[in-house]
């Protein structure tokens, strides 16, 4: 599976647009982007997926370049709640569809 | 609410004690899946299961360990003799397997505390 590379922790502020960046340098052509949100004593919850250019839902938008090395998911006006870690995970789902995550970015909201 | 419901969600337990968690999934879900999670870092894969079949564990999942999903139902999954480093939050987590790509929904987890 693919490694991928996001920053340990970003800091925000209530309303604004935030933007995290997720590396997958090795992405392989059957790859999808998914990515999911953790808050503390939960477990994670699915958020998005995509696979090419841009994806959106009623929570967040995923853009991936063309060449997919790399993704964003950006959370629109984010909001004291959105305080969690968000994980990008990438390959392909195999038959049993495990995932694996990496350490995940903390996104801290302020007011 | 239908989602993955784990029981119970902490379990206080002396070394080498035995544990047994379970695991609800989704009634129409057919793959289920165990992870552990210490704190600061993701989730680790432990097993998989389609219907009532094992069909994937992973090396974390040492011969103490034991997961099991009679009639492709509920699962628990055993922990024998229990150890400090066995301290955990432990997640299930469920999907359908039509279609691509079926997100995996997971419950709260039960947290292990091993004394």
């Known amino acids: 599976l693919a490694k991928t590379t996001q920053p340990i922790s970003m800091d925000s502020y209530e309303g604004q647009e935030v933007n995290i960046t997720c590396s997958h340098n090795n992405i392989a052509t059957n790859d999808y982007i998914t990515w999911y949100q953790q808050f503390p004593s939960q477990g994670p919850r699915f958020i998005i997926q995509g696979y090419k250019t841009k994806v959106t839902n009623e929570v967040a938008s995923l853009f991936i370049p063309a060449d997919r090395k790399s993704s964003t998911l950006s959370l629109p006006r984010v909001s004291l709640s959105d305080t969690a870690v968000y994980y990008c995970l990438v390959g392909e789902i195999s038959n049993t569809g495990k995932l694996i995550f990496g350490q995940g970015t903390t996104l801290q909201v302020k007011p | 609410d239908t989602g993955v419901s784990q029981n119970p969600r902490h379990k206080i337990t002396k070394r080498g004690q035995n544990v047994t968690f379970r695991c609800d999934p989704i009634?129409?879900?057919?793959?289920l899946y165990w992870y552990r999670q210490t704190l600061g870092q993701g989730p680790e894969f432990l097993t998989y299961?389609?219907?009532?079949?094992?069909?994937?564990k992973s090396r974390l999942l040492s011969d103490r360990f034991s997961a099991e999903r009679p009639k492709g139902s509920f699962s628990t999954l055993e922990i024998q003799r229990t150890e400090q480093g066995d301290s955990a939050m432990y997640l299930c987590?469920?999907?359908?397997?039509?279609?691509?790509?079926?997100?995996?929904?997971f419950g709260d987890g039960t947290r292990l505390s091993i004394l």
């Open positions: 299961f389609q219907n009532e079949a094992q069909l994937e």
């Open positions: 987590a469920s999907s359908w397997d039509r279609g691509i790509n079926q997100p995996q929904h």
């Open positions: 009634s129409e879900h057919n793959r």
